[in-house]
């Protein structure tokens, strides 16, 4: 039962990174800050560094957000972030929009 156990553990976890650690990851990002800070001011902290919030996550202080500033994640975590993690995709329904007139 061990070895099965592990084998399910071991494949989850692998198609996780994979999943997460894909090269086309460009201006998505899952942002933590420290638990002394509000959802106020962790949205604040994303708009000063050129950024936008998507959603909120499911823990504590996490958010998703958007940004075509080169220097977003390395300005976030300057201003305390604990992670600011490049996702390929954001959870949500995010997708093209055609406009007829």
Known sequence: MLPAILLLV???GSLVIATVARADARGRYLVVMRDSVDAATVMDAV???GGGVTGFTWFS???YAVSDAP???MSM???GAWMVWA???IPGCFGTVE???
């Open 10 to 12: 071991i494949g989850i």
């Open 47 to 49: 708009y000063q560094h």
């Open 61 to 63: 202080r996490g958010l």
């Open 71 to 73: 220097d977003f994640a």
């Open 77 to 79: 975590r300057a201003s």
């Open 87 to 89: 996702l390929p995709n």
């Open 99 to 101: 406009v007829r007139s």
